[in-house]
């Protein structure tokens, strides 16, 4: 998606939140420097472009519906966690860190593509696990791209994941593990999946 189409969107979630484009501005900075030049976007490519995708959201639901997982396997954040322990190694993790655990990095090390979120509420975390990730990285953010980082569209870590699927070209995506609805969260978490509902529903979701 252009920067254009999605600034709206963008513009209308820092509303929302109070969050600062500045921040984020910043945010996508310091993970450009950090990623020294890193760039696997290639590699995420071949593995989404014209394949069946399957993008795993972290709500409880996702272990009772592993078995509809097909073709390549995009995890949100700590969805990631729960693949690895049924024993899936997810091709690409979504993260903005905050659900990032050492899991993470031997992921990483065994050749799961991590794309790192950027925003104004993440700096420590970007400095804490960036120089760890020792794999492919990729890095993103939801304010203007700059060389290195990338914006596909997207706010959580699993609509995000949607949005890049169907840049990068994937033949289908299908998505397992979402409920939008849960009430079990605290405020911040709910408006967010208020987002993400907003934003998957615009993709041609049915949430
Ligand atoms: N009921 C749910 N609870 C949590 N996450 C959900 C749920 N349904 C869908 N998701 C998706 O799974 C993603 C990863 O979930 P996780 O629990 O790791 O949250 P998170 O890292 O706090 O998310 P974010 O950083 O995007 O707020 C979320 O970003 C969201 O897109
Ligand atoms: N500034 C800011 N941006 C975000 C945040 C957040 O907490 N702060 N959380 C996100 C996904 O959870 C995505 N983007
Ligand atoms: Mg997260």
Redesign the pocket.
Known sequence: MRFEDWEPHYTAILEYFG?ERE??EEAARVLAELAGGRDDIALLEALIGGRNVTVCGNAPSLPAELDRIEGTVLAADAAAEVLAGHGVRPDAVFT?LDGATDIFIDLSRRGTVMVV?A???NVPLLRHWVPRILGPLVATT?AAPIPGVHNFGG???GDRAVFAARELGAADVRIIGFDLADRDVDPLKRG?LYWAGELLRMMGYDL
Do not use: S, Y
């Open positions: 969050f921040a984020d903005d979120h925003h104004g509420d939801q706010f959580t870590d967010k």
